[in-house]
């Protein structure tokens, strides 16, 4: 079942840059999409641009969660409706305590149902227990993410968006927050990828997309664009090389085949 689909969406940024420009995906229920691209290919506008972030936008095409047209709605509207948002810089309140925090999740819930939510969420994230009543500016880049990730869940989000989550993160410290959005993913909940890493997110995506100059220029499973070889070049890392003199390599970039 389809929960996000974007239709050829236009949006303009500060209202006269093209930053996407006829973008086309689609998000299934329990499915993560990945979206890959550089520096400035628009991935954080695409986010904003779906989270309701970017006064009235998309100037053109259709964004629909489960059948709901969100383009232009508020803000607030579009999170009422399901849709969550963590951003790059993971909007936390940092004077506040984690516990703080996370009744910000919770906010106008109560009862048992919320607070099965959040014996749920200490399940995947077991150190924000112990971190309950730390401030969240004092816990490490690891846990503020979690912290985010964990805040945002508890609004049982129908759609998650998540830009960048492995930012700054150590490679371990990484490894398992991304292990928590594939179960997160399992449990149902459909997620809306932007990382630069690509091995990390490609490794845990059901389908991936490379933006490039606010257009999507490929598509496919992960696995599809794990084994391209100009994804693998200018994302994996994984160049060829030929030689240009006797004992001297340089890198042999092929022209991108789309």
Known sequence: MTVLR????????QQRIRALSG?????????????????????TTLLRTIAGLIDDQPEKGGIELDGVQLGRRSPEAIARLG???VPEDRGLFRELTVAENL????????????????????SLFPILRERARQQADTLSGGEQQMLAIGRALLRRPRLLLLDEPSLGLAPLVAKAVFEVLAEVSRQGCAILLVEQNARL????????????AGRVVLSGTARELE?????????????????SDPGRFRLYQSRKRW
């Open 83 to 85: 849709v969550a948002y």
């Open 201 to 212: 997110a490609l490794r845990i995506a059901h389908r991936a997309a490379i933006l490039e």
């Open 6 to 13: 974007l239709t050829s969406v236009e949006t303009l940024y």
């Open 103 to 122: 009744e910000l999740g919770l906010w106008g819930r109560r009862g048992t149902e919320a607070r099965e939510d959040l014996e749920r969420m200490f």
């Open 227 to 243: 084994s391209h070889r100009d994804v693998q070049q200018a994302y994996l890392g994984l160049g060829e090389t030929q030689a």
């Open 23 to 43: 973008v086309s995906l689609e998000v299934a229920k329990g499915e993560i999409l990945a979206v890959l691209g550089q520096n400035g290919a628009g991935k």
